[in-house]
């Protein structure tokens, strides 16, 4: 997802289904599973197999984009309940980045917390749960080196050994080839099982896909903005690109900061820097949309936001990560598993979404 230090030709694969499933479903019933379909899926070319939805930690600790630019006891306590439920409920994957939160005006870094909730929780088998966490390309980090040593201060703060996945935040300005040279060198020391990139375009995909390959080592992810209103990866080539190249797209702000859930109307806009992207403006324009969504949820069972989740679950080779603040919203997460929608829903909301004007994304995605 995208660093808290800024702002925040159509691919269309098929998403198959059947009546007895749609049947089921609508009774609030999971469908069954296909034979063979397994729980986990792995990232990429690499051997490592999470959750096929995840859970974002941008929020966690965070005071300049969310919490209303506020951290207290029970933003922490609600975030802890977050972790458990998500694990609870089925969900082992979190994303989180070293420039989540802060250690200034009562925050704390995201990374710092889940080492805490993993020691809290007494998780004794690691491989249980999967953290991914993202290096920072920082202007003024140069060479590869300094790859390998965010890294490791990444780890001090989680408490761990190594993680699951590291990845790149956002292209750096320059000195690219030494950061994707930098995650070569953190998966031979053992740091780290997988490695992706994060915002990267169809060209910079490529070249860190190439650049890792001469060492054997598979580019794992690209993590990018990707939401059933936000579908820039759809139209640049970069989703193409990932199906291709054998790279998993994990999608960020995938209920588009809680937009799609239909929690926000015109009346009702989000609080803090969110309510400058999505404003009363556009919220009214976005009306025939949620209102859509909503009646296809009805007929599932289904909340606003389990049906936007799925719907790009439906994108195949997705994996979503929306941002859980607490226990409730972790556990809603997990009603986006066990059913699909058909393929004539799932075209109809990509063309009703189509006459919303799109809002502006993180700008490092252009790079």
Request: net charge positive; hydrophobic share 40%; proline share 5%.
């Amino acid at each position: 997802m995208a660093a808290h230090i800024s702002i925040a030709g159509f691919f269309v694969p098929r998403c198959r289904t059947g009546h007895r499933a749609r049947a089921l479903a609508s009774q609030g019933i999971a469908a069954p599973k296909k034979e063979g379909e397994e729980e986990k899926v792995k990232l990429g070319g690499s051997d490592l197999k999470v959750t096929k939805l995840g859970i974002g930690a941008w929020a966690w600790g965070d005071t300049t984009y969310w919490n209303d630019l506020q951290w207290n006891d029970r933003k922490l306590k609600d975030a802890k309940g977050a972790f458990d439920a998500s694990i609870d409920s089925g969900i082992t994957f979190f994303d989180t980045a070293e420039v989540y939160g802060a250690g200034f005006s009562g925050a704390i870094n995201s990374e710092t917390l889940i080492g805490r909730f993993i020691k809290e929780r007494k998780i004794s088998d690691l491989n249980e749960i999967a953290i991914a966490t993202k290096f920072a390309a920082l202007p003024w980090r140069l060479g590869r080196q300094s790859v390998v040593s965010a890294l490791k201060g990444s780890l001090s703060r989680l408490g761990l050994s190594s993680v699951d996945l590291y990845q790149l935040h956002w292209p750096g300005i320059w000195g690219n080839e030494g950061y994707i040279d930098g995650l070569g060198d953190a998966v031979e020391q053992g740091l780290v099982k997988a490695v992706g990139v994060s915002n990267y375009s169809e060209k910079r995909l490529r070249d860190a896909h190439s650049q890792l390959k001469k060492r054997g080592i598979p580019l794992a992810v690209n993590q990018v903005n990707y939401s059933l209103i936000y579908r820039l990866p759809e139209e640049n080539g970069v989703k193409a690109t990932c199906d291709e190249l054998g790279v998993s797209l994990i999608a960020y702000s995938p209920i588009a900061q809680g937009i799609l859930s239909g929690k926000y109307t015109a009346a009702n806009p989000p609080t803090g820097p969110r309510g400058r992207i999505y404003t009363p403006e556009f919220l009214t324009k976005l009306e025939p949309l949620i209102a859509r969504i909503k009646e296809i949820g009805l007929s599932y069972s289904k909340t606003p936001t389990q049906v936007v989740l799925n719907w790009l679950l439906c994108q195949e080779n997705v994996l979503p990560i929306p941002g859980a603040k607490n226990a409730e919203q972790a556990r809603e997460f997990a009603g986006a598993l066990g059913w699909r929608l058909s393929d004539d829903e799932v075209a109809e909301l990509r063309s009703i979404a189509s006459r919303t004007k799109p809002v502006i994304g993180f700008p490092v995605e252009k790079l």
